[in-house]
């Protein structure tokens, strides 16, 4: 007889029980529209192994994991080189969630990923649904190189979905002018932290691309780009979403394998559970 103990695949501090949680982790490993360095496909499941570096105690949020109630699902399997049916499968089990009274944590994968979970989402709060994206880039291209399914343009689709008005932008320093030109029309860039309190009262998806972060932090990523957060600025944003009615959240973009150390998956790690001390 095996004795053990065995090493555990699932994100430390999860409930094993998909029916007794509140919100459930998916894994979406999907990065067939990067339009840079690929490899973010491979995030979910390294994300999960060095989730047991941490501690399930945030001090931040002076919460537990276990006060969470959280269940990792694990990773979908997707049709390799199908973007719609990947799409439509996550979409599918994401609407099952919230059918079953529960909340996603999306971990990606490509930001393409959030597009679905947003078109489900707005099936239950066809009202008042407000996407909250920390980000580099704008993501609001029509389309990328003539595809409209694109990574690029991940937040223009969503704003046809919950109308531009209810995306809120963070952190943004890369994009086209036209892209530029919709955030002005719009007024989705938010400055400062205090801007969040307006929308304490709204359902709140909050979607983070690590490239968010500076490349100092973060180089293992798709697409770095120079002049990012550190990660006491992001934590400060966090806090201030503390109290926030969070309906879903997601964290993406991040490509383990570019950064050989190690470090940009163990930060992104704790960003995941910085983020689920929110919901």
């Known amino acids: 007889m095996l004795h053990g103990p065995f090493l555990d695949r699932n994100w430390m501090g999860q409930n094993p029980d998909y029916q007794e949680s509140d ?4 894994g979406m490993p999907f990065d067939g529209t990067v339009s840079y360095r690929s490899g973010s496909r491979f995030a979910p499941e390294l994300i999960r192994l060095a989730s047991w570096g941490l501690e399930t105690y945030s001090p931040l949020f002076d919460k537990d994991l276990e006060d969470v109630n959280f269940h990792d699902a694990g990773d979908l399997e997707f049709p ?6 990947s799409l439509n499968l996550i979409e599918k089990n994401v609407e099952e969630i919230y059918k079953d009274g529960k909340k996603v944590f999306g971990i990606g994968g490509e930001h393409l990923v959030t597009l679905p979970v947003i078109k489900a989402l ?3 709060y066809p009202k ?6 920390f980000d580099a880039h704008t993501d609001l291209r029509k389309k990328y190189l003539g595809e409209e399914m694109s990574h690029s343009a991940v937040m223009y ?7 531009f008005d209810n995306i809120k932008q963070i952190g943004i320093r890369s994009g086209m002018k036209e892209e530029f030109d919709i955030m002005k029309k719009y007024k989705t ?5 205090e801007q969040l309190s307006r929308f304490k009262n709204k359902n709140v998806y909050i979607t983070v691309d690590l490239d968010v972060l500076d490349p100092s932090l973060m180089s293992g990523t798709g697409t770095p780009e120079g002049g990012g957060f550190t990660f006491n600025d992001l934590m400060e944003w966090f806090k201030n979403l503390e109290d926030f009615n969070i309906v879903g959240a997601d964290v993406v973009e991040l490509s383990p394998h570019y950064d050989n150390s190690g470090v940009s998956t163990a930060i992104a790690s704790k960003v995941v559970r910085e983020l689920l001390m929110c919901m």
Not at 23 to 26: C, H, I
Not at 80 to 85: I, K, S
Not at 128 to 133: E, M, T
């Open 23 to 26: 919100v459930v982790m998916l």
């Open 80 to 85: 390799l080189g199908n973007t719609q049916a």
């Open 122 to 124: 707005s099936k239950f």
């Open 128 to 133: 008042d649904l407000v996407v909250i994206q």
């Open 157 to 163: 689709h969503i704003g046809e979905i919950i109308g």
């Open 189 to 193: 860039k938010l400055v400062f932290p």
